[in-house]
Nanobody, 123 residues
Framework: QVQLVESGGRLVEAGGSLRVSCAAS????????MGWFRQAPGKEREFVATISWIGGRTYYGDSVKGRFTISRDNGANTVYLQMNSLKPEDTAVYYC????????????????WGQGTQVTVSS
């Protein structure tokens, strides 16, 4: 069982930067691949980024590639999403999720989900 709590979401101006965090409970955090998804009002949930549990391999959705960076600190049981050059279309609730798969990029591959943190980018 893994419990996930996101934090750090807030209002930011376009072009700015923000880092959101996801703290995980449990002693086996390092055994899970971690991902970030987002969902804007009226839209489907969108894959943002993933980081594998072995090797820290990362992969990003096309809309955030080159602007966002996912990282993890296994000692702190935390995964981060650094967001740079933010755009109004990045406005969404951001969710972190945990998966036992090595390199999950689909939401159906994730078992545990957090409650989300709101990120709003003003134009």
């Amino acid at each position: 069982q893994v419990q996930l709590v996101e934090s750090g979401g807030r209002l930011v101006e376009a072009g700015g930067s923000l880092r959101v965090s996801c703290a995980a409970s449990g002693r086996t955090f390092s055994s899970y691949s971690m991902g970030w998804f987002r969902q804007a009002p009226g839209k489907e949930r969108e894959f943002v980024a993933t980081i594998s549990w072995i090797g820290g391999r990362t992969y990003y959705g096309d809309s955030v590639k080159g602007r966002f960076t996912i990282s993890r600190d296994n000692g702190a049981n935390t995964v981060y999403l650094q967001m740079n050059s933010l755009k109004p279309e990045d406005t969404a609730v951001y969710y972190c999720a945990a998966s036992t798969k090595w390199y999950p990029v689909k939401d159906m591959e994730y078992t545990y989900w957090g409650q989300g943190t709101q990120v709003t980018v003003s134009s």
